[in-house]
């Protein structure tokens, strides 16, 4: 999902919770208010954006920004934000918030219930750490850090592995495996897999020297009888 089409998912998504509808925290100062729309604005405004909602987006952020940089009407916006957090916080479920309806009275004369947005914005931050950490915890399943199994310059901490001992070097900054837990024994398992493999990989290698030195032919011709 690209730039546009997330920004305008994101605003319109938030768009009656002023402070998330700018990415904002409650106590910015105008000039963070004023950055934050400029640099919306290049992503959402409709001359540059063509998705749907852009439009609808970028009048959320216009309106967010008129409400913010106004004293009274923030004043008034805050009073109203506070209530509905702190009737959530009392225990009313998502759907009496869903249902509720918040007046905000200002000059644009518009109702909103940005308490579902703000509670909606809410859970789609926690779902997207959530995603964040899967992500990070399949990467280090998957991918085994790099090691040598002969000490180098590069690979000087020399580590064994649990099972059979096998030795194997990893570099300064990475620790022994075996850290890992589970994910650790399975790395090892490999290491020590490839480990009994090398005299055939060796073998393999000088067979295919001898091959490109001296020919097929002549490794294959049998031998004469004296």
């Known amino acids: 999902m ?8 994101r605003i319109n998504a938030c768009r009656n919770n002023y402070y ?16 934050a729309f400029r640099q919306l604005s290049r992503v959402v405004h409709p001359d ?17 920004k008129c409400v913010l940089l106004d004293p009274t009407k923030r004043h008034h916006f805050d009073q109203q934000l506070r209530q509905a957090i702190a009737a959530n916080i009392r225990g009313q479920g998502r759907a009496n918030a869903q ?9 644009i004369n518009q109702r909103s219930k940005f308490a579902v947005g703000y509670q909606f914005c809410y859970e789609n931050a ?17 991918k085994m850090p790099t090691y040598s199994l002969e000490s180098t310059s590069k690979f000087s901490v020399k580590c064994l592995t649990t099972n059979k001992k096998t030795p194997y070097f990893v570099g300064r900054h990475l620790p022994c495996f075996s850290r890992y837990s589970a994910i650790g024994k399975k790395w ?24 490109k030195q001296f020919g097929v032919s002549f490794l294959n011709s049998p031998s004469k009888a004296p």
Do not use: M, Y
């Open 126 to 142: 926690v779902a997207i750490i959530v995603l964040i950490i899967v992500l990070i915890v399949s990467i280090f399943i998957f």
């Open 99 to 107: 249902r509720s309806s918040i007046k905000i009275n200002i000059k």
């Open 48 to 64: 540059k954006n063509k998705r749907p909602g852009a439009t609808d987006a970028f009048q959320a952020i216009a309106r967010a």
């Open 2 to 9: 690209d730039e546009q089409v997330e920004g305008v998912r």
């Open 20 to 35: 998330a509808v700018l990415n904002v925290p409650q106590a910015a100062t105008d000039g963070q208010i004023n950055r």
């Open 188 to 211: 090892e398992h490999d290491i020590e897999k490839k480990f009994l493999s090398l005299p055939t990989d060796k073998c393999n290698l000088e067979a295919k020297l001898i091959r």
